[in-house]
């Protein structure tokens, strides 16, 4: 049973929904993540190797 009003969602327009958004923040934690996966997974393949 409505009340008559109704709610509207905001409309998103096509095209980029990004556009002025700074991912720089988010690209440095991304790269940081890699290079912490890629040191632990070396540095477990030498320990590996070494014994």
Known sequence: MTT???????VIESGNPQTGINLK????SV????????????????LFLSR
């Not at 008559?4 to 905001?10: A, E, F, I, M, Y």
């Not at 923040?25 to 440095?28: E, P, S, V």
């Not at 790269?31 to 030498?46: D, N, R």
Request: proline share 4%; aromatic share 18%; glycine share 14%.
């Open 4 to 10: 008559g009003k109704s709610r509207k969602r905001p």
């Open 25 to 28: 923040g988010t690209f440095i």
């Open 31 to 46: 790269m940081l993540l890699g290079v912490f996966i890629l040191v632990t997974w070396f540095g477990l393949y030498a």
